[in-house]
């Protein structure tokens, strides 16, 4: 796990982040949807100010929210809170982010090493609190993701909160290649991040799907795109056929077991 000092320096770089891009933004662009359905920007950043509000024990909302894009229990409850700031402009949601945010960050400092390693309740399963403060970060980065891509206004894809979230995915890439993507046994998986953030994957599949440190033999096939859009394709958030078609995605080696694995790359509920 992650330690609590880069915990919270990745915290504190994606939350100035969003203070950097929300306070460049009209009203417009506000409204303006973004990459999850149903969800403007302003919804993005209502999401993580109604996370953080959960987080510092706040009580939810009493509304009743609707929608197809409403899954799941976590999507319910993530919809009351955004719900809650759709009356307001995109620069109040801003105002209620960074009181929230400054609060947050001020209790994270003063939890000590032992707080951090509680085992509790995070969207992974039963886990260290440290680990669902990474879960924050990824979450944090990938919806800003979300609102800047749909605004043509790259950036933020590289730095120690960019870092901390694709090593969310890595965690997870085991599940992800061999129950998500079901790569046969033998098979061997490379997936290249050509950067900002620069990983090599290489997942062996035996009796199960994990990741090694190198492969003894060639890979048998390799997925070859960006940090950035790697981190959108698990998040669920676009299609490996559109990546492939544009070149975003190049997959060397098995082309259909390449197919099948990227196509099924999305982890997040």
């Not at 460049?24 to 303006?32: H, V």
């Not at 100010?49 to 976590?74: D, F, Q, Y």
């Not at 997870?172 to 620069?198: C, D, F, M, N, W």
Request: with cysteine.
């Amino acid at each position: 796990m992650i330690g609590k000092q880069d915990i919270i320096e990745g915290l504190e770089e994606v939350w100035e982040a969003w203070e950097g891009f929300g306070s460049n933004l009209s009203e417009d662009e506000w409204m303006t949807l973004s990459r999850c359905p149903g969800w403007t920007v302003k919804d993005n950043l209502a999401h993580i100010v109604g996370t953080e509000n959960m987080l510092a024990g706040n009580p939810a909302p009493k509304n009743s929210p609707e929608g197809e894009h409403i899954k799941n229990p976590i999507g319910e409850a993530n919809e009351k809170w955004v719900e809650s700031f759709r009356s307001l402009p995109g620069t109040e949601v801003l105002k209620a982010f960074g009181e929230i945010t400054s609060e947050r960050l001020d209790v994270l400092r003063h939890l000590t090493e032992e707080e951090f390693a509680n085992v509790g309740w995070t969207p992974a399963g039963e886990a260290p609190y440290g680990r669902f403060m990474q879960i924050r970060i990824y979450d944090s980065w990938l919806h800003l993701q979300d609102c800047r891509e749909p605004l043509g206004r790259a950036g933020d894809e590289d730095g120690k909160s960019a870092e901390i979230s694709v090593q969310e995915v890595v965690e997870a890439i085991g599940y992800i290649v061999g129950k998500r993507g079901k790569a046969p046994q033998g098979s061997r998986i490379e997936i290249l991040l050509t950067g900002p953030i620069e990983r090599t994957l290489s997942i062996q599949v035996n009796e199960k799907a994990q990741l090694v440190a190198h492969f003894e033999e060639e890979p048998t096939v390799s997925l070859i795109l960006t940090s950035t859009d790697f981190l959108a394709l698990t998040g669920g958030r676009s299609s490996a056929s559109q990546y492939v078609n544009d070149g975003r995605l190049i997959i060397e080696g098995a082309q259909e077991l390449g197919e099948q694995i990227s196509e099924n790359l999305a982890f997040t509920v």
